[in-house]
């Protein structure tokens, strides 16, 4: 274990001379995967993945589209018969909106939604269909979110100050 932690954090250790052919970063989760869990890999990695995946009603396809991973090595990452590589890690964080390290440990989500269990169906709907628009629809109806919000906000301005007059009236 003292070798493997002397490989990651050592700047001048020469990867290469490891293995050429080998995701090198997957290749030393791997083995220290292993080695914290007395020779067994962490299907525990898996599960949080696919269930971050569900509960925030994401497909596989969809993950498959935004992180190039293949149908056959995600269903392989969620049963736990392989690790994701490094650039798969980055990806899997962002989209399911978590930290590599909790993806990884399970500590630590630092998710700017983390808890994801009071969104409506309707709101999930509307994801949904914005996922699945051309980027230029998206931008349209960004744009008409973004005027619908500024002119609540304005209403809202507009109430407040009528408020503020009424109440130095009666005073």
């Excluded at 971050?52 to 009603?57: E, H, N, P, V, Y």
Aim: some cysteine; proline content about 1%; aromatic content about 8%.
């Amino acid at each position: 274990m003292l070798f493997l932690k002397w490989i990651i954090f050592n700047p001048k250790t020469n990867i290469s001379l490891i293995s050429k052919n080998v995701n090198c970063f997957s290749l030393i989760l791997t083995i220290y995967l292993i080695l914290v869990n007395g020779g067994y890999m962490d299907s525990m990695i898996g599960l949080r993945i696919k269930e971050r995946r569900k509960k925030l009603c994401i497909t596989q396809s969809q993950i498959q589209e935004y992180c190039g991973i293949s149908s056959g090595n995600l269903s392989g990452i969620e049963t736990g018969r392989y690790l994701p590589s490094a650039s798969a890690l980055i990806g899997l964080s962002k989209i399911l909106e978590c930290s590599i390290d909790w993806i990884l440990t399970g500590e630590s989500l630092n998710s700017k939604n983390t808890d994801c269990a009071d969104i409506k169906e309707t709101d999930r709907q509307l994801l949904d269909y914005f996922h699945n628009m051309s980027q230029a629809d998206q931008e349209d109806l960004m744009l008409i979110a973004e005027m619908k919000y500024n002119k609540r906000k304005r209403q809202e301005k507009s109430a407040l100050s009528k408020g503020d007059n009424i109440t130095s009236e009666i005073a």
